[in-house]
């Protein structure tokens, strides 16, 4: 049964940071596309980003280019979002997915 895991959302001011991590379980994480998307209050899903197998591509939001970065580390089934600089309309609910299975999700407020 394939298990996703997330974890590190909080509230965090303005310009602070934030590092999301997914553990991932019942299926071979190294073999798969793995993404960062969510969801904000009253809205839809949105990707927010993604990374290949090995972790060597990468691929971006225009909403967070240059200011989230997602990693992998596939010894450990792990997936990562850093994300700096944080700003309002960044809050929601942050889900890691592996094709259409998305875990519980984690919650980020950003507010003053």
């Known amino acids: 049964e394939v298990q996703l895991v997330e974890s590190g959302g909080g509230l965090v001011q303005p310009g602070g940071s934030l590092v999301l991590s997914c553990a991932a379980s019942?299926?071979?994480?190294?073999?798969?596309?793995m993404n960062w998307v969510r969801q904000a209050p009253g809205k839809g899903l949105e990707w927010v980003s993604t990374?290949?197998?090995?972790?060597?591509?990468?691929d971006y939001a225009d909403s967070v280019e240059g200011r989230f970065t997602i990693s992998r580390d596939n010894a450990k089934n792990t997936l990562y979002l850093q994300m700096n600089s944080l700003k309002p309309e960044d809050r929601g609910v942050y889900y890691c997915?592996?094709?259409?299975?998305r875990g519980q999700g984690t919650q980020v407020t950003v507010t003053t």
């Open positions: 997915q592996h094709r259409v299975i």
């Open positions: 990374i290949n197998p090995g972790g060597s591509t990468t």
């Open positions: 019942g299926f071979t994480f190294s073999s798969y596309v």
